[in-house]
């Protein structure tokens, strides 16, 4: 039943930042979780400015178990695409799922 509920798989990714050596840094993203298991549903495409051009914008909501340990600071990767997580839904009186909202990097 559980395989049927959340039938994909992802990777939870943290950031690491080193310095560039010219006063900025470098982000390297790596896995902290592997093959999560999750449901990914799209809730919206659209289009928004980004730089003076109008880029295409895509909004998930993904579906992982109650207890899996993410955060706004970290991204998910599915199918090699990287997605920010943008916002948490763990505010539940019956907690059995966390819903999270990601857009495509």
């Not at 895509?58 to 599915?78: F, H, I, M, Y």
């Not at 948490?88 to 907690?95: G, L, T």
């Amino acid at each position: 039943l559980f395989r049927s509920l959340l039938p994909s798989t992802c990777h939870v990714l943290s950031v690491t930042r080193t310095g560039d050596g010219a006063g900025g840094w470098r982000d390297t993203w790596g896995t902290i979780q592997a093959n999560v298991a999750c449901r990914w549903d799209m809730i919206g495409a659209d289009e928004r400015m980004a730089g003076q051009v109008l880029q295409p914008f895509d909004a998930w909501k993904v579906t992982l178990p109650w207890g899996t340990s993410v955060d706004v600071t970290n991204r998910l990767e599915q199918s090699g695409e990287q997605f920010n997580v943008t916002s948490i839904d763990d505010d539940k009186s019956w907690p059995a799922s966390l819903r999270l909202v990601v857009s495509k990097v």
